[in-house]
């Protein structure tokens, strides 16, 4: 339009008065400020849209970096030695049955992490399950000035052992030791814990106060306090990692009867009185763990061992903690003792793992042999140890595949008086696994 009007200007001028062509400039210059004007101003509203729309997609895109969806499926194949088999590891075989497919996990975790707050989320299918179940729902909040204080309160592993803390799809074992299964039901409890570590020293020290009854609801009103110091760090340019940590463990287990027993010597000792319903017996452990790690030109060679010693309160039986309803029968409390640890190497260059597995459990060291079961002892099933001897091949051929096969051979401890363990039991267990991960 401005580019017309000039061309065909002189034209117009030559056919007007001065006073008219005056006035027809002007009106023109006018025209072609006010056109540009209303241009201007259209641009310039493009461009706040723009800068807004560029806007909620930058908040957008900032607020899905904090967000971190991932899980992993596991399935597994077993075969025991013989149908219908208790074992120590995986739980009691169908009656009549020997082999079996099961979704040994099927977890999903949600995490949003802001910097300061995290926010995390876990839930886990199996086939016994109609759908997700909770495993681990928490908030931590870190502190941003010094970065020494972590804080956490919901549902999550308790921090005292290393075996318990390591990530169930990465572990190196097809299972975790025998203590943490019996001790440590699902592995996770509700409760709140406090973690002071300098970010320039390789200490640090977590308490945490607990309900003690793993994901159920509480049932009383004592609370189990842990504590652990743990020494972590590299060497040798990082080639070489060691970790030491001690724990504790100081709870109890409700007594929902006047019936309690104790070890006198190498039997059972009964206390009757009304007075112990409502007290709670003795659940302490101590532990002391070691994790070691090697990078060397054969690949990485990785060692962890722990050993727990105290006191369990489990029933006649067996030595279980509690993970539902307050417990309304007898109580039994048990001096325990277990060691155990697994060392693997991964062989450079090929994307797999060889590893061995040493997991000696003794639920009572005050009897062994033919002690159990003995007339008038009270003792019996819950009483005998066990050592598991276990060897592995792990395949991972790329980060989110992994086979492996794992081969346990329990050896568990005699005795001529309770049925069935007069000898080694034939429940050698072989299981096959696939897992992926996202």
């Not at 004592?222 to 340019?237: E, G, H, S, V």
Request: aromatic letters at 12%.
């Amino acid at each position: 339009m401005h580019l017309n009007l000039l061309i065909y200007m002189p034209l117009i001028l030559k056919n007007q008065t001065m006073f008219n062509k005056n006035k027809l400039i002007n009106a023109i210059i006018i025209s072609i400020v006010l056109t540009f004007s209303f241009s201007l101003n259209a641009e310039q509203s493009d461009i706040g849209w723009l800068d807004s729309t560029i806007r909620n997609l930058t908040t957008d895109v900032s607020t899905l970096k904090n967000l971190r969806v991932n899980g992993f499926v596991r399935a597994q194949y077993m075969h025991a030695s013989s149908e219908g088999m208790e074992s120590t590891l995986s739980g009691t075989f169908p009656e009549g049955t020997k082999d079996i497919f099961k979704i040994r996990s099927g977890r999903l975790r949600i995490n949003y992490n802001s910097g300061m707050v995290n926010y995390v989320l876990q839930l886990n299918a199996t086939e016994n399950v109609a759908a997700f179940m909770p495993i681990e729902a928490f908030i931590e909040a870190k502190d941003p000035w010094l970065n020494m204080f972590s804080i956490r309160c919901g549902m999550f592993k308790p921090n005292i052992s290393q075996e318990l803390l390591y990530p169930s799809d990465l572990r190196y074992g097809n299972e975790p030791a025998v203590v943490v299964q019996k001790f440590m039901p699902l592995e996770t409890d509700i409760g709140f814990h406090l973690m002071i570590k300098h970010p320039q020293f390789p200490l640090s020290l977590t308490t945490g106060i607990f309900n003690g009854n793993s994901i159920a609801p509480e049932n009383d009103n004592r609370k189990n306090f842990t504590a652990r110091l743990m020494y972590d760090d590299t060497f040798m340019k990082g080639k070489f990692r060691m970790l030491l940590a001690a724990a504790t463990y100081q709870g109890g287990v409700y007594q929902g009867n006047p019936n309690v027993y104790s070890m006198n010597g190498n039997t059972f000792s009964l206390n009757s009185d009304p007075a112990n319903v409502g007290k709670q017996a003795e659940r302490n452990y101590y532990i002391f763990g070691t994790t070691l790690q090697y990078y060397s030109p054969i690949g990485k060679t990785w060692l962890n061992a722990e050993f727990w010693t105290g006191t369990q309160t489990g029933s006649a039986a067996s030595v279980n903690s509690p993970r539902g309803d307050r417990p309304s029968g007898d109580s039994y409390i048990r001096p325990f003792r277990t060691i155990f640890g697994l060392l693997a190497h991964e062989i450079q260059g090929t994307n797999t793992a060889l590893a061995v597995k040493c997991d000696h459990f003794n639920p009572n060291t005050d009897v062994s042999g033919d002690e159990i079961g003995a007339a008038n002892s009270y003792t019996g099933i819950p009483d005998i140890a066990y050592t598991t001897l276990s060897y592995g091949l792990i395949f991972t051929p790329t980060n989110h595949l992994r086979f492996s096969v794992w081969y346990d051979m329990p050896i568990n401890e005699k005795t001529q008086y309770v049925s069935g363990y007069t000898e080694n039991r034939n429940n050698n267990l072989l299981t096959f696994m696939m897992q992926v991960r996202f």
